[in-house]
Antibody, heavy 123, light 107 residues
Framework: QVQLVESGGGVVQPGGSLRLSCAASGFTFSNYGMHWVRQAPGKGLEWMAVISFEGKSQYYADSMKGRFTISRDNSRNTLYLQMNSLRTEDTAMYYC????????????????WGRGTLVTVSS | EIVLTQSPATLSLSPGERATLSCRASQSVGSSLGWYQQKPGQAPRLLIYDVSNRASGIPARFSGSGSGTDFTLTISSLEPEDFVLYYCQHQSNWRLSFGGGTKVDIK
């Protein structure tokens, strides 16, 4: 079954850290770039970061640089997002998403999304 | 950074009517423009990529058009399940942006 399943969300205090995971199955994970996208309650979609199919390149939205780190383990078919120094404004549903195009083919369109994992930053 | 502005914020129509959703970019985006649909409590779903190509499994009533800075998602005849949220998306220079969204609701 082709799917992405996020985990690792929860309630964390301001200043705390979390590591989100995204387990992939049903497709050749190592062939696709992967992204994290978040959505605050009642708000729109916000792109966060991308990691290339082989894990050699990472790019971040300007607002995400410094506190968030995207990584992957192709041997485990898993994508990660390390989140540090969390703020109340980081409260959101966090989605992982798969690129439609294989390997380095241009075009970041997401043809597979997970159901998301909710992160709540609150004291 | 390219900013995508969607209009209207809310579009009120009846089933069977034609929906026209707009996405305007702050500068030319070439053919790098996609559309997503998001139902309540669900992740987004890719509808259109590269301006006018329907993604796998997307019904023919959905179509995309446009060029340069002005793009349109058209739903030719609204079905009950189409009354949800829609986002446009663009990627360039290792950055990606989404529009603010258009909600299509029942008149």
């Amino acid at each position: 079954q082709v799917q992405l399943v996020e985990s690792g969300g929860g309630v964390v205090q301001p200043g705390g850290s979390l590591r989100l995971s995204c387990a992939a199955s049903g497709f050749t994970f190592s062939n696709y770039g992967m992204h994290w996208v978040r959505q605050a309650p009642g708000k729109g979609l916000e792109w966060m970061a991308v990691i290339s199919f082989e894990g050699k390149s990472q790019y971040y939205a300007d607002s995400m640089k410094g506190r968030f780190t995207i990584s992957r383990d192709n041997s485990r078919n898993t994508l990660y997002l390390q989140m540090n120094s969390l703020r109340t404004e980081d409260t959101a549903m966090y989605y992982c998403a798969k690129e439609r195009n294989v390997k380095a083919t241009p075009g970041w369109y997401f043809d597979l999304w997970g159901r998301g994992t909710l992160v709540t930053v609150s004291s | 950074e390219i900013v995508l502005t969607q209009s209207p914020a809310t579009l009120s129509l009846s089933p069977g009517e034609r929906a026209t959703l707009s996405c305007r970019a702050s500068q030319s985006v070439g053919s790098s423009l996609g559309w997503y649909q998001q139902k309540p409590g669900q992740a987004p779903r890719l509808l259109i990529y590269d301006v006018s190509n329907r993604a796998s499994g997307i019904p023919a009533r959905f179509s995309g058009s446009g060029s340069g800075t002005d793009f349109t998602l058209t739903i030719s005849s609204l079905e009950p399940e189409d009354f949800v949220l829609y986002y446009c998306q663009h990627q360039s220079n290792w950055r990606l942006s989404f529009g603010g969204g258009t909600k299509v609701d029942i008149k």
